[in-house]
């Protein structure tokens, strides 16, 4: 798991600049109905599962609350090959969506929607600022 997170994360970094354009907020609905298509064979998806069919799956809760999980690095891992997982073709909007609904887990809206209001939830939140490009 740790081996993921830093391949995720470094391919987040390297991969960073080349993604210049803004992208749609993701739809957590969306994504979970992606996710019952394509991930929960293998991941177990919802808020109360904690095992995955295949033990080598992270619970989709488990990756949210990962210390350091954003959505720069779940990005990274979604398209990079690992060994236990096959090699899925998302389209962006579809990968935003799946984002956008592990996220969900740790209490971090996706898009425009507002934070929420009990700081508890933000405990394991990790707040990324951009410098906005003139």
Same mark, same amino acid.
């Given at each position: ?25 993701? %739809? ?27 033990? %080598? ?66 405990? %394991? ?10």
């Amino acid at each position: 798991m740790t081996r993921i997170l830093c391949l995720a994360i470094a391919a987040g970094i390297l991969l960073s600049p080349m993604a210049g354009h803004a992208r749609e907020p993701g %739809d957590p609905q969306k994504g979970r109905v992606l996710a019952e298509r394509t991930c929960m064979s293998c991941h177990a998806i919802g808020r109360q599962q904690l095992r995955s069919p295949n033990p %080598d799956a992270p619970a989709f809760r488990q990756l949210a609350r990962t210390p350091g999980m954003t959505a720069t690095a779940l990005r990274a891992g979604l398209q990079t090959s690992h060994r236990n997982m096959p090699n899925l073709v998302l389209h962006e909007q579809d990968r935003e969506d799946i984002i956008a609904y592990i996220l969900k887990f740790n209490g971090f809206p996706a898009g425009k929607a507002e934070m929420p209001a009990d700081p508890s939830l933000l405990t %394991d939140t990790l707040f990324e600022s951009v410098k906005p490009k003139k």
